[in-house]
């Protein structure tokens, strides 16, 4: 069983985010729809239900906003420091330079075009 099954990252302008996060993360976000509501907006990062880990969209909603202090997901990277080189380039900022966490490997504080703080985590 996964630890966590899927996210929401939720953000003002669905495009904005779309390209900062295939910018920053070097991937293609999917559009998705919501079933019971056509008004929400969806961009899935790729995911088969099948594998480790979790699936995860950004979503734009009315009653939903982004910002610092809610949930906080982490990107698992190879370095993490080369997606923290591409954040301010894609619009976004660098709360806090990769930095070790022990054993446990790296990790990179930075906030999106929305205003979320994500983390960013290796093990090199």
């Not at 420091?81 to 022990?102: D, T």
């Amino acid at each position: 069983m996964r630890k966590i099954g899927f996210f929401d990252i939720y953000v003002n302008d669905i495009d904005r985010a779309q390209a900062f996060y295939e910018t920053v993360l070097d991937t293609t976000l999917q559009p998705m729809d919501d079933p019971t509501d056509p008004t929400v907006q969806m961009r899935a990062f790729g995911d088969d239900f099948t594998s480790h880990g979790a699936g995860g969209a950004l979503v734009k909603l009315e009653f939903a906003k982004p910002g610092p202090g809610g949930s906080m997901v982490y990107f698992s990277c190879d370095d993490c420091e080369v997606e923290q080189g591409r954040v301010e380039a894609a619009g976004g900022s660098i709360v806090r330079p990769k930095y070790a966490i022990g054993e446990h490997g790296f990790v990179s504080i930075v906030s999106d075009t929305e205003g979320n703080m994500i983390g960013l985590h290796s093990m090199a």
